[in-house]
Each structure stands twice: as structure tokens, then as C-alpha cells.
């Protein structure tokens, strides 16, 4: 498992998606980032820098919460889909007049470099990543050692209701196959993590049409699944699924509204310090020996 990437996500699919998804926070990883950032009181040590990985997908509201948490960390914005970048500038820069443009809570746009942010904040973007492995390395890398990792993501109860519609009507998958959060948990330790933390809630969204549930759903994602349809539906395919919804989605409890249910998913990790025995053929790196050489010189 360690070593696999998701079965059920079509790699070309997911690069497509992540190049055109809307630049916009959707409504859902907005409160999912509210959430995760009310977990921020257990962590004591408040972080000198962070990073904001992929910040208007992943809530540019809840942005304005972790920076007033942290109002003298630095902070580094990483847009990995290009045509986020100019709305994460527009939205998160300082007005050129005001004193904070100058100050260390002005975000900075770029990659983070090795081993500079204590805490690395990633809202709602593993569930679609074609290789989630390499991303989580990805984090690893940026962070500091004693940094830690917070992110959420999207579980495998995630859409149940419409999964059994699908099946029902005979219908290919209507969306990839999530991640249970233990295997998340196994990816951190594998990547170099310790100590992770995760846990999950199930949060239920009604709509009161058919129409406005798939708008949302175009909002969130697409179906990455390498079985899904092969080719565009028409109009009665559009109606016949509107009616399936309807009729199968209703909640008698939610007041005929239509109920959807998301699970999600929150990890929390920290970096340690490296544990390498040097041999002749060790590959370390550069950071990684740096941290090595502080630890020997505070043993002696």
C-alpha cells in the first residue's frame, strides 16, 4: 500500500481538473477549514513561518483566520495550479499604502524552500492528487524539523447516496474511491512523519433541487475514475439523472430536501529530527546532516 498511487483515480483526468478547477473557495472547504482551524489551541508552539498550500481551493476565508491566529508568522503562498495564482495575489496581498504590506503576515507567492515553514497548512486537496504520496513528501520537504502538518481531505463515506444511485441505474462509478484515514496515516510515518494524529467527522449538505446538488458537485471535483463515462451525456441522460436524485436523495428528516453526505478527514504530523546512520554509500542531505551536526554538538 505504502508504495501504490490511488487505483481509482485516472492520473490525466486528475491534471485536467487540477489546471481548470474554478478559482474559488467552495462553500464546503471554507467550513472544513474553519474546523481544522479551531484544532489550531491544542498546538502550544505558534510557528515562526507557514505555509498555505494551494490557498484559494483550500479557503481564502479561513486564510484570514490562521493568519490573525498567527499575526507575526511569516507567510509563504503556494499555488500549484498556475491560474490560481493572480486570485491568490489579488485576494491576499496588502494594499501598497498600508504598513502591513511590510510586515512579516504580508504572504510571500512561491514554493517554499527546504526545511523553511514550521507549519504547512494543506485544506482539502490529497483526496484528488494522482500520486498523494509524492505531495505528502512534497510537504515533508518544505517543513522545518519539529514543524508540523495540518490538512483535511475528503473520506470514503464521501457521496454514498449518489455512489448507490449510480449503482442502481446501472451506471459506471459516479466518482473515485477515497482514502480511509488509517491509510493516511500509514503514508506520514512512510513519508518521515511521526506522531500523526487523524480523525474524521460526517457532515450531511441538502439542497432543495437536483440542479443546485450537481452545481456544488461541479464546485468540488470531477470523476477521476478511470471507468467513468466515456464520452459526454445528453440531455435526456441529464433529466433521468435530475428524477434519480429526486426521488432516491429525498431525507423525509431533512424536509423532502435532498441529503448528501461528506466524510472528512483531518491529520495532524509532526517532522522529526532525522535519523540517519551515515555509511559509505548514505545518501543524506545536505539539511538532514546540518540537523545531525546541531544534535551532536548539543550531546558533547
Not at 481548470?20 to 474553519?34: D, T
Not at 510586515?103 to 523553511?116: I, R, T
Not at 442502481?168 to 474511491?177: D, N, Q, T
Not at 441522460?237 to 426521488?247: I, T, V
Request: a neutral charge; one cysteine or more.
Amino acid at each position: 500500500m505504502s508504495s501504490e498511487r490511488p487505483p481509482t483515480i485516472d492520473p490525466v483526468a486528475a491534471a485536467r481538473w487540477h489546471a481548470a478547477a474554478p478559482a474559488v473557495s467552495p462553500w464546503l472547504h471554507e467550513e472544513v477549514a474553519r474546523r481544522m482551524e479551531d484544532r489550531l489551541q491544542w498546538i502550544r508552539q505558534a510557528p515562526e513561518s507557514w505555509c498555505h498550500w494551494d490557498a484559494v481551493r483550500g479557503g481564502l476565508q479561513a486564510h484570514a483566520l490562521v493568519s490573525a491566529r498567527y499575526p507575526k508568522a511569516r507567510c509563504q503562498i503556494y499555488e500549484t495550479a498556475v491560474h490560481c495564482e493572480d486570485t491568490a495575489r489579488q485576494a491576499l496581498a496588502k494594499p501598497w499604502w498600508s504598513p502591513a504590506r511590510w510586515s512579516a503576515g504580508n504572504p510571500q507567492l512561491g514554493l517554499p524552500g527546504d526545511a523553511s515553514v514550521q507549519m504547512l497548512w494543506a485544506n482539502m486537496a490529497l483526496h484528488t492528487a494522482a500520486d498523494p504520496q509524492a505531495l505528502i513528501a512534497q510537504w515533508h520537504r518544505a517543513l522545518a524539523v519539529d514543524g508540523y502538518l495540518m490538512f483535511s481531505c475528503l473520506g470514503p463515506d464521501t457521496l454514498r447516496e449518489l455512489h448507490a444511485v449510480y449503482a442502481e441505474l446501472g451506471w459506471p462509478a459516479a466518482g473515485h474511491a477515497f482514502t480511509d484515514m488509517h491509510d493516511w496515516g500509514d503514508m506520514l510515518v512512510h513519508a518521515g512523519f511521526a506522531e500523526p494524529v487523524m480523525d474524521m467527522e460526517r457532515i450531511t449538505l441538502t439542497f432543495a433541487t437536483p440542479e443546485r446538488l450537481v452545481q456544488e458537485l461541479r464546485e468540488l471535483g470531477c470523476n477521476l475514475h478511470p471507468d467513468r463515462f466515456p464520452s459526454l451525456r445528453g440531455r435526456r441522460w441529464r433529466e433521468k439523472l435530475y428524477q434519480a436524485l429526486s426521488l432516491r436523495l429525498a431525507d423525509p428528516q431533512q424536509g423532502g430536501q435532498l441529503a448528501l453526505t461528506f466524510e472528512i478527514i483531518y491529520g495532524h504530523a509532526f517532522k522529526p529530527a532525522p535519523r540517519v546512520r551515515v555509511s559509505s554509500s548514505s545518501a543524506v542531505s545536505l539539511q538532514d546532516m546540518r540537523t545531525m551536526l546541531r544534535q551532536g554538538g548539543k550531546e558533547n
